[in-house]
């Protein structure tokens, strides 16, 4: 499973890219607007400097809703920087936009996706990746964990080459359910992603080494 975060921070993407095991990132409008980035050229030099630091794919996400504004945004946005892969939102003129880009070699990550209906749209316009919302669903009292588990399924079954990216993710045990339910990519916030580092009887046998290494050793 690729592991990507889900933040437009430039420090926590190097944060995370410094552990030596992300493969992206993932934005939003909502994440960008939260580390203050305004402004068409701001927000794509922004863009950059994610690409920069990070070896993966990283999301730009269109902010156009008819399908020519969005033709036209994701082109500019992919024409940045090789590593750019656009976010179209799972909308009727999001997969045209999707099968548009996708019949001519422009990456894409459709997004705001909450049912194996429009994962179905999705993979069937030739996204890239799909991006079913798995906390959001469970806000809803909705298993969206669940939906990641359908969704790779349905795919396998019908050999869709679509990378099911599981977002939305909000605590450690989401990443651990969606390994299990088979999502190829976990985009992740940095607070998750260190989650699972944790364990109290690593910390009590790290102590207990140390303190019989010093027993010894002085
Ligand atoms: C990333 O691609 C999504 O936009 C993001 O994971 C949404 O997360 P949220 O539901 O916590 O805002």
New binding site residues.
Partial sequence: MKF?I?TANLEQIREANDLGVLDGV???P??MAKEHIKGEANIRQHYVDICNIVKGDV?A?VIATDLDGMLKEGQALAALHPQIVV?VPCTKDGIKAVKHFSDNGIRT?C??VFSLGQALLAAKAGATYV?P?V??LD?ISTDGVELIRQIVGVYQYYEFGTQV?A????HTMHIIQCLEAGADVA?C?LSAIMGLLKHPLTDAGLAQFLADHKKVNG
């Fill in positions: 990507f889900d993932t934005t939003n909502s994440l999301s996400e976010k990550n997004t705001l991006s919302f906390g959001r806000d990216l977002a939305s993710i909000r985009t916030p």
